[in-house]
Each structure stands twice: as C-alpha cells, then as structure tokens.
C-alpha cells in the first residue's frame, strides 16, 4: 500500500514523469501543491492544460507557436531569404539572444542519430525542402548542435539543398564540440553564426 493518499500518489507519479524529477524531488513539489492556495494550484493546473490545447506547431517553420504562422514567419522587419536551421525550439532563443541574427528559423525536432534509430524522415525537413524550392531563399544556416548527431544531420541537409543560387552554410565551432547551443553565451553565438562558413 502506498505511504499517501491516492491523490497524492497520482500526483507524485505525475511530477516524477518529468525530465530531471525524481522521487523526492516529486514528492516535495506535490506536498508544496498542497500546502499553496486554492488560486495558486487552479492556475498551476490551467497553465498545464492550456500549453497543450494553445500551443501548436508553425506550419511554415515548425517553431512551437500560439499563433500561425509564428512571430518570425509573419514579421515584416525580418529578413526571410535567410533561415536559420535548429534543432528545438528553445535553439531559437539563445540565437535571439545575440540581437544581430535577423533571418528566420525552421526547427527540425530532433537529430539524425542511426544509433537511436533515428533516420531524416523523422525530422522535420520536407516543409524546409519545400520553404527552399518555393520561396526566395539565398542562404540556410545550419545551426544544429557541434555533436555527431548534428554534424551528420548538417552533411545530410547540405547534400538535400543543394541547388543553384543557395548557399547553405554552417556555424563556427566556436561553441565547444560535443557541446548544446542551448548553454552558449551571446557573445559565442554571435561568433559562431558570424563565422559561419560555406559547405
Ligand atoms: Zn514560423
């Protein structure tokens, strides 16, 4: 039998379901629900709710959005013959975070990784494929990660692009090999896509 309530438990198992929570973390961030007010919890339980029924994918990007297409895609002061390619979508805010990247983005969702089983059709490339051929695109950064998975996704994606009038271009490696642009200070970032070069 279990030392709580079934509540409590549901609770518990919930909490312990997410990245980096274990058990006692788990249990101290449920007894902390149950101690704050009515109002706090309500909300805390809305926000889960409604980041899963407002949040969506952008059709021409695949950045996570609550609007369609997202603020990149629609804005009129961004430069859009130029896209950037991530990995996830919080890639996307260690490269705003520089202030000197005005293009636009298309985030892959993921790496090719044939250790994990992971082939290019089951990222997200065939609307970046479609994005090059139909719009005026002059340059694809490829922004992914300095690991394996993201030097073979970049090889992989430069052979795809390929055609005439693009350039497709890959960031410095001024980030650390092995390492995840998601920790990147601005100052390395903006080196990094500053010196990017032509694949
Ligand atoms: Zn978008």
């Given amino acids: ?28 961030l449920a007894f902390h629900i149950l101690r704050s007010s009515d109002d706090d919890a309500v909300a805390l339980a809305a926000a889960v709710r ?3 029924a407002s ?14 297409p997202c603020v990149y895609c629609s804005s009129a002061t ?9 990995e996830e ?15 636009v983005y298309h985030v892959l969702h993921g790496l090719i990784s044939p250790l994990h089983g992971v082939g290019p059709e089951q990222l997200r490339i065939s609307n970046l494929l479609r994005r090059v051929a139909e719009d ?3 340059e694809v950064i490829l922004a992914t990660n300095p690991t394996v998975e993201g030097e073979a ?4 994606l430069s052979g795809e692009l390929r055609r005439p009038g693009l350039k497709v271009t890959r960031i410095a490696t001024g980030i650390p090999v092995g390492s995840d642009i998601e920790y990147a200070d601005e100052i390395t970032m903006l080196k990094s896509i500053e010196g990017r070069r032509e694949l």
Avoid: W
Wanted: some cysteine.
């Fill in 1 to 28: 039998m279990s030392k709580f309530a079934e509540p409590m438990t549901r609770l518990i198992d919930e909490l312990k379901k997410l990245p980096g929570i274990g058990s006692k973390t788990a249990q101290r």
């Fill in 50 to 52: 409604d980041v899963k």
């Fill in 55 to 68: 949040l969506r994918l952008c059709s021409v990007c695949n950045n996570i959005t609550d609007v369609d």
């Fill in 78 to 86: 961004r430069n859009h013959r130029l896209v950037c390619v991530v």
């Fill in 89 to 103: 979508p919080t890639n996307i805010a260690s490269i705003e975070k520089t202030k000197h990247f005005n293009g």
């Fill in 136 to 138: 005026q695109v002059d």
């Fill in 153 to 156: 996704t970049a090889v992989y």
